[in-house]
């Protein structure tokens, strides 16, 4: 099993340029989630999935968009980027009956200019 | 709103001098609390799952413990691998995704 995968690694945008932070897991779990991560501050949930079709906004949703058509991938759209976007991306993924016991992929460092 | 607050926010040992790490806890109804450990450049890794007050959980030089306010990671016998973050995360029983909160970590550094 490869886990939990993001793509790319590292990115650098230009301020109003789009792009999609792509992730993938194959342990059939039900939930998903998007987090970014920035220094002084917890991990901040940005969408969620309980399941192919199903997305609601977490807790800093605005300047992002995700869809899940499938029960593998759940990617992450950045709109118009912003400096304010500038942080360290994670995806994870968990079974629905231990939600919090969370799968996180290796993260995608994303850099606005 | 939940609120989880982690201590210290770093924390230097030397090897094999053990130590404890601090997560209080606010939350409506704790569904469960967990530890993670994370290493630089990478992603969280999922270490221990609490449920309820007195509860406890072991992997190697890891201890985990539960109160109804706060858990402790206790780590005995440091070794240098085991310098990380250690981040804490509770969920709540709000019905429906029950969201989970993280804190912002403990640095542990252990030196040789």
């Known amino acids: 099993n490869a886990g939990v995968t993001q793509t790319p690694k590292f990115q650098v945008l230009k301020t109003g340029q789009s792009m999609t932070l792509q992730c993938a897991q194959d342990m059939n779990h039900e939930y998903m989630s998007w987090y970014r991560q920035d220094p002084g501050m917890g991990l901040r949930l940005i969408h969620y999935?309980?399941?192919?079709?199903?997305?609601d906004q977490g807790e800093v949703p605005n300047g992002y968009n995700v869809s899940r058509s499938t029960t593998e991938d759940f990617p992450l759209r950045l709109l118009s980027a912003a400096p304010s976007q500038t942080s360290v991306y994670f995806c994870?993924?968990?079974?629905?009956?231990?939600?919090?016991?969370?799968?996180f992929g290796p993260g995608t460092r994303l850099t606005v200019t | 709103e939940d609120q989880v607050t982690q201590s210290p926010e770093a924390l230097r040992l030397q090897e094999g001098e053990s130590s404890s790490l601090n997560c209080s806890y606010t939350?409506?109804?704790?569904?469960?609390l967990f530890w993670y450990r994370q290493d630089p450049g990478k992603g969280p890794e999922f270490l221990f799952t609490?449920?309820?007050a007195g509860e406890e959980k072991e992997k190697e030089r890891l201890k985990a413990t539960l109160t109804k306010k706060e858990s402790f990671l206790h780590i005995t016998a440091p070794k240098p691998e085991d310098s990380a973050t250690y981040l804490c995360a509770v969920q709540a029983n709000s019905g429906g995704y029950q969201k989970v909160t993280f804190g912002i970590g403990t640095k542990l550094q252990v030196i040789p």
């Open positions: 994870a993924s968990s079974y629905k009956r231990t939600g919090g016991e969370q799968y």
């Open positions: 939350v409506s109804g704790l569904r469960g």
């Open positions: 999935s309980v399941g192919a079709g199903i997305t």
């Open positions: 609490l449920y309820s």
